[in-house]
């Protein structure tokens, strides 16, 4: 079963690869915004598996699938026997007997990892504890949109070193462009965490100013991830600071952008004023979760079109 394209972290991918996906989104996106059908994928069935909650990520699936000619499948920890202790194992073999593609959003990345070597069938992660690698190709391809190439240039982010971080700093070793981090003490990058194999591409910053100044893109997300409840009020407190403000976004490059995957909390990781500004490409972000991932299932389901 090793052949098999899985897509489980954005190193998994090589920069060929996403050069190729980024081109294909675009073709698709463009294509269906001319109302021309395009169904590659007819008949075939995308299983979409959620152990935690998900407005986008559902949604950009489900209807991804179903304008490439094919159809989606949700299944949830608690209608599921996912949810009454079936092993992630068993349910990879059975799962992947009935469907061509699978998305999973769960809480360790060894969940994904084990499901897919059990799998027949491609197996998408659609966010872990540790990673969210479909949120980031999105994210890139927003940039490229607005801003051309994206190696080369300088991404700031400011907040918690949770799975978007970490995506993040693996997306800049594969596409040669730099992240500042600046979180919290106590709350630091850890390289190993984030599935590294460099520490080239990113620089820690104790004062988020300094990780915005010249930044082309200014990024964070929210403080408490899902999972992560319990730790709520004592991050509340811990990042007061790391609030994405006018006046970080004032030190970065005059033409930076402003990205979150969302949901945000205005007043708390960003304010209204940068989230509702005029540098924020947000609503672009998350429209590109939709044709990015037709994209992709597109890729590991056809691998490449010839032009
Ligand atoms: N950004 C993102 O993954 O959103 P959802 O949690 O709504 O899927
Ligand atoms: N870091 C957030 C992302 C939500 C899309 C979480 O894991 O909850």
Redesign the pocket.
Known sequence: MTSIKHYLQFKDFTREEYDYVFERAKWIKDKFKRYEPYHPLFDRTLVMIFE?ASTRTRLSFEAGMHQLGGSAIYLNTRDSQLGRGEPVEDAGQVISRMSDLVMIRTFEQDIVERFAANSRVPVING?T?EY?PC?ILADIFTFIEHRGSIQGKTVAWVGDS???CNTWLQAAEVLDFNVHVSTPPGYEVEPERAGLYGTDHFEQFADPMDACRGADLVTT??WT???FEAENEERMKAFADWCVDAEMMSVANRDAVFMH???AHRGEEVTAEVMDGPQSVVWDEAENRLHAQKALMEYLMLGRIKA
């Open positions: 935690k966010l504890n969210h949120q949770n799975n978007m997300d929210v991830s899902m999972g995957c969302l949901p």
